[in-house]
């Protein structure tokens, strides 16, 4: 009986240890995890700033080829009114 014995002992201390890897894995998984909603909220930040400033340099570049054509028109008007076409 004493084999017995310490066959259950060494099966106990066996599940014992896979329990606690288990859980130092889902410990880790937990910080990875954490860890990784903290870098993607950072990312999104610097995204959304990226954005604000892209958008301020397409208005300013839209805003400026606007005004080069309205002056072209302007020219243009002025020329037609000096050649006599309509």
């Keep these: 009986m004493g ?3 310490s066959k259950n002992t060494s099966v106990n201390e066996l599940a ?3 329990a606690d890897s288990f859980k130092w894995v889902d ?3 937990s910080d990875l995890r954490e860890e990784t909603k903290k870098s993607f909220s950072e ?3 610097r995204l959304d700033s990226m954005d604000t400033r892209l958008d301020r340099i397409e208005n300013l570049l839209l805003r400026n080829h606007l005004n080069r054509i309205e002056r072209l ?3 243009m008007l002025a020329v037609k009114k ?3 076409v309509r």
Aim: net charge neutral; proline share 0%; glycine share 6%.
């Design 43 to 45: 990312i999104n930040i």
């Design 27 to 29: 410990e880790n998984i």
């Design 82 to 84: 000096k050649v006599g």
């Design 73 to 75: 028109e302007d020219s």
């Design 3 to 5: 084999k017995k014995q």
């Design 16 to 18: 014992v240890m896979i």
